[in-house]
């Protein structure tokens, strides 16, 4: 492989942003689904996909039809690369966490890396789900370049892994809904390229 596209999913909703979102399999919004036929045009220009990735949950699929763009361009879905599962906080918003649910919010902030909601997964956990999937689309030698149809968390430890970065870091790479981050291989090597992009 050549080239990777992390590619985060379109806005969902209104207030979706402030709350724990998790592996709720909640659409994209109308203005979702613009902000990634947008970027699928400005792909086209650039850096045209061999193959595109995504999770089960409905909005990363959606994004992935959008980039295909009706072509031949083959569309993979694994359920390792969906968002995080966040329990019993899924769905609420970090207020109501906070007010709720104090002390485990505190625990949180203190070990981002390793925390777990109830019922839920860690971003340490995320990373063991996810990197495994990625490690094999790395190895694909068939395809030049890829694109994940992915989520915030899934492309954060993604990034994290890449960069050398500890989890407990990985709110300091921003993720806008409809972004794109860059990997490509030098002397093959991974160098990221570009992150929280808005152009190949």
């Not at 985060?8 to 724990?20: K, L, M, S, W």
């Not at 002390?103 to 890396?113: N, P, S, V």
């Not at 109830?118 to 790395?138: I, M, N, T, Y």
Request: charged share 30%; glycine share 8%; aromatic share 4%.
């Amino acid at each position: 492989m050549r080239t990777a596209l992390l590619i985060r999913h379109g806005a969902v909703g209104d207030g979706a942003e402030e709350r724990f979102l998790g592996a709720a399999d909640l659409p994209m919004s109308p203005a979702g689904e613009a902000q990634v036929r947008e970027l699928a045009a400005r792909l086209r220009l650039r850096a045209i996909p061999d193959a595109i990735y995504c999770s089960d949950l409905s909005r990363s699929l959606r994004t992935a039809e959008l980039l295909a763009d009706e072509s031949a361009i083959p569309i993979r879905v694994r359920p390792a690369l969906r968002e995080i599962e966040m329990g019993d906080w899924q769905g609420l918003s970090r207020r109501e966490i906070a007010e709720r649910r104090p002390e485990d919010y505190a625990a949180r902030g203190r070990d981002i890396a390793n925390f777990r909601p109830p019922g839920g997964e860690s971003f340490a956990d995320l990373a063991a789900r996810v990197l495994p999937c990625w490690r094999e689309l790395v190895e694909d030698r068939e395809t030049q370049v890829v694109a994940i149809a992915g989520h915030a968390g899934v492309n954060r430890v993604i990034l994290c892994h890449l960069l050398g970065a500890p989890l407990a870091n990985l709110f300091r790479i921003a993720q806008r809904p409809a972004c794109v981050n860059v990997v490509e291989w030098q002397k093959n090597e991974p160098v990221v390229t570009l992150i929280d992009g808005e152009r190949p």
